[in-house]
């Protein structure tokens, strides 16, 4: 069975009513992408929760998936008339049926972590049969370990956490980051999210990998203080939430934040001053990593 298929350029204050309009007129999905990518031309975009409008390319590609037997055009005119344009030039193609779950796993191999640390989908063997290994499946909750911020933090706790430590994954996605914790030997291991989706994968991941830790949402976290707080979101979430984290880091515990583009830095370090002597750690490609100590006479 062959998929019908549709691509167009659109400039970005467009991208999202077309994205849109074809949903609309009977489009299964729409992706976007910058049609520079893997060029010189290539822009790298980033979006914040509640900072502005969602990001797109200067001129961005949409393309459109449809069920089998569509006509491309007809749904091309639907969405323009709705919008009230002229239909753009498009081009229509043809997508063969496959074993998606092979295919999606076929895009995931083990990655190194570290010499004796990786991160290994569970249809493949281990490298390393004497390494640190996570098993993890790819799902909704995000955390796989191939993005740098997880890389980050993963390096950050392999050189950190001590066997007495307790730890909270603030914003714990996949529970990768508790599950690295526990496997370090840290003493007591919780995970949080504001996501129910994410508890479920950071439940099912722990078990899988034969730790123990406790997941539960934001709302139902118990009060208490932790020897180390890891939280890999984004930077406006996290200076939000520095007098939250700082809450739960015992005085002289310390905390890693990631997800902070290198050039925001300054700002996070200057949102967590009041409680942590923050600076930058490490770097990876345009993020980095803030280690900070909670200072014993903070408030």
Same mark, same amino acid.
């Given at each position: 069975m062959n998929y019908v298929a549709l691509r167009f350029d659109v400039e970005a204050a467009d991208a999202d009513r077309w994205s849109d309009a074809l949903l609309d007129a009977g489009a299964s999905s729409v992706d976007a992408i910058d049609p520079c990518a893997g060029t010189a031309g290539e822009a790298a975009v980033f979006a914040e929760p509640a900072a502005h409008d969602p990001a797109w390319w200067p001129v961005t590609r949409l393309a459109a998936l449809c069920a089998p037997d569509t006509d491309a055009a007809a749904i091309m005119e639907t969405a323009a008339t709705a919008l009230g344009r002229e239909r753009p030039a498009f081009e229509a193609y043809t997508v063969a049926d496959r074993d998606w779950v092979r295919a999606t796993q076929a895009q995931f191999a083990p990655i190194r972590i570290a010499d004796r640390f990786w991160i290994v989908p569970s249809w493949h063997k281990p490298p390393r049969s004497d390494a640190l290994n996570?098993?993890? &499946?790819?799902?909704?909750?995000? @955390?796989?370990?191939?993005? $740098?911020?997880?890389?980050? %933090?993963?390096?950050?706790? !392999?050189?950190?956490? $001590?066997?007495? &430590?307790?730890?909270?994954?603030?914003? %714990? @996605?996949? @529970?990768? +980051?508790?599950? !690295?914790? $526990?496997? +370090? @030997?840290?003493?007591?291991?919780?995970?949080? &999210?504001i996501d129910p989706q994410a508890i479920r994968a950071s439940t099912d991941n722990a078990r899988n990998n034969d730790v123990r830790g406790e997941f539960s949402l934001v709302d139902g976290l118990a009060t208490e203080r932790f020897a180390i707080v890891v939280a890999n979101v984004l930077a406006n979430p996290l200076r939000l939430l520095a007098p939250v984290l700082a809450g739960r880091t015992q005085p002289g515990g310390r905390v890693a934040l990631c997800g902070i583009l290198a050039s925001q830095a300054d700002d996070v370090i200057a949102a967590y001053a009041p409680w942590y002597r923050t600076a930058v750690w490490r770097r990876a490609e345009d993020w980095v990593l803030l280690s900070g100590v909670r200072r014993e006479d903070a408030p």
């Open positions: 996570i098993v993890l &499946d790819p799902g909704l909750a995000f @955390g796989t370990g191939a993005h $740098a911020t997880t890389r980050l %933090c993963l390096l950050w706790l !392999a050189e950190s956490v $001590a066997s007495r &430590d307790s730890v909270l994954d603030y914003g %714990c @996605g996949s @529970g990768i +980051l508790a599950i !690295a914790a $526990a496997k +370090l @030997g840290a003493a007591r291991v919780v995970g949080a &999210d």
